[in-house]
């Protein structure tokens, strides 16, 4: 296994200083040694996920930052521009990157925007939604995907609800009634055969599917809430974008929505203390706010209040082709999250294999990180084209530093030795011998011996 660490020396200083603080007492403040914080200065130590925390927790940062610092987001960010197929012909290995960001950051930086400038010119026309989506995602996650507005109105609006009704899905439908003459109505799937939600303001009326679960009617409910209560305040969320892309902000419009009704549902004081309290067992947190695994899940990404921080979780989610629908690293600073592909030996492509179970492992990257895994297939609703129900996997995940208070964990030895080996896909995983391997890495000269074969398909020059 590769032993390359996190190192953000450079970014911590400018940080320090930023703040006026020597390092003696940034060095209390994190409860190291002087000494110690030095070598993480010039780099000569890694920074652990439990200082990157401490570090949020005081200076109230996105931990990224530390990564998007350097330039085009350090080594793993310009890996992953090297792997475009027209450097193919080109072996150019991670000693030879490191030295190039060491001695030359401002080339590396000139790089980094005439290559991205070159694939935005490339991704025009016909990549129109592609790019909308990279526009949304790169907005959320430059949030954390916590937006500390909504969910203070949220929790306000949830506490007033339960005042007047123990069934949330009751108390909203009746707001909308009685504030905002709008009624729920189910319909049957023969009257709606390829719609879920349909919002008749002729009608004055809500009309929901009837294959949607309980969890699903009191989600888009509450959506629609969120569209005419919240409204100034996602509205004011979407112009901040410096976006003129339409569909782009219809996106995001609709994530907000959605980031109010979960927030709705699972209300953030409360909903941290359940996970505090249950160790953040999902099936327990399902049942008690009546919500469904995956709105579980994703709303796990989303603790990141200041003062009242949870566990930094990251999440995807996947159909069986590895395509991946849903990604939100949230604060977790998870390669796993921003990675293009993904390897076949972590859990959550055997989801499928059993539905209804949710599976952990423990997983080691070659940059020596450690992740606390859990992954579990879900179900989407009705049959749609073909006749086919929709299916994916959720893949959910924590450094494994932090990951001893979840009840998943219990028992489990989270030290590296016990992790299970993997790569974040063929492409760009340099693990020798991997019996599993579909193609060679990027940026490796193949190697071929006519008298012997190895365990793997392709043999390639190490660092």
């Not at 790089?111 to 790019?131: H, P």
């Not at 049957?188 to 809500?206: C, G, N």
Request: net charge neutral; glycine share 6%.
């Amino acid at each position: 296994m590769a032993d390359r660490k996190f190192f953000a020396g450079a970014s911590i200083k400018r940080l320090r200083r930023g703040a006026g603080m020597t390092q003696v007492a940034l060095a209390d403040a994190l409860d190291i040694s002087a000494s110690y914080l030095n070598l993480i200065e010039r780099n000569q130590r890694p920074l652990s996920a439990r200082l990157m925390l401490l570090l949020a927790d005081r200076f109230d940062f996105d931990p990224r930052q530390l990564v998007t610092d350097e330039p085009g987001g350090g080594l793993d960010g310009i890996s992953r521009r090297l792997a475009d197929p027209m450097f193919d012909d080109l072996s150019i290995d991670r000693s030879e990157l490191d030295d190039w960001l060491a001695m030359a950051p401002n080339t590396v930086e000139a790089f980094v925007r005439l290559f991205d400038n070159r694939s935005r010119n490339q991704g025009a026309g016909d990549q129109e939604t592609v790019d909308s989506t990279q526009l949304v995602r790169k907005e959320v996650e430059r949030w954390r995907n916590h937006f500390a507005d909504l969910d203070a109105m949220a929790e306000t609006l949830a506490d007033e609800l339960r005042l007047g009704a123990g069934d949330l899905y009751g108390a909203i439908t009746e707001r909308l009634r009685v504030k905002h003459q709008l009624a729920v109505r189910i319909l049957p799937e023969t009257v709606m055969p390829d719609l879920l939600r349909r919002l008749d303001l002729h009608a004055r009326q809500l009309q929901l599917s009837e294959m949607l679960d309980p969890a699903s009617r009191t989600f888009q409910a509450a959506i629609l809430l969120a569209e005419i209560e919240a409204r100034s305040e996602i509205d004011a969320l979407i112009s901040g974008v410096d976006v003129q892309d339409n569909a782009a902000k219809r996106l995001y419009h609709r994530h907000l929505s959605s980031y109010f009704a979960a927030a709705l549902i699972m209300p953030y004081a409360r909903f941290l203390k359940a996970c505090e309290q249950t160790g953040y067992q999902l099936p327990l947190l399902q049942r008690r706010f009546g919500a469904s695994f995956e709105q579980v899940a994703h709303r796990l990404t989303t603790l990141q209040r200041v003062g009242a921080r949870g566990l930094p979780f990251f999440m995807i989610r996947i159909d069986r082709s590895g395509l991946v629908s849903k990604r939100f690293a949230g604060a977790s600073n998870a390669s796993l999250a921003e990675s293009l592909h993904r390897c076949p030996l972590w859990y959550v492509h055997r989801a499928f294999e059993r539905p209804l179970e949710v599976q952990s492992q423990l997983v080691a990257l070659e940059d020596g990180s450690t992740w606390f895994t859990l992954s579990r297939a879900v179900q989407g609703v009705g049959s749609g084209a073909g006749g086919f129900a929709a299916e994916f996997a959720i893949g959910l995940g924590i450094s494994a530093e932090l990951a001893s208070p979840l009840f998943d964990a219990r028992g489990v030895d989270l030290s590296s030795e016990n992790a299970d080996l993997i790569g974040l896909g063929c492409p760009a995983c340099t693990r020798p011998q991997c019996s599993q391997r579909s193609a060679p890495p990027k940026n490796r000269t193949l190697q071929f011996d006519g008298r012997e074969m190895g365990l793997a398909p392709y043999s390639f020059v190490a660092d």
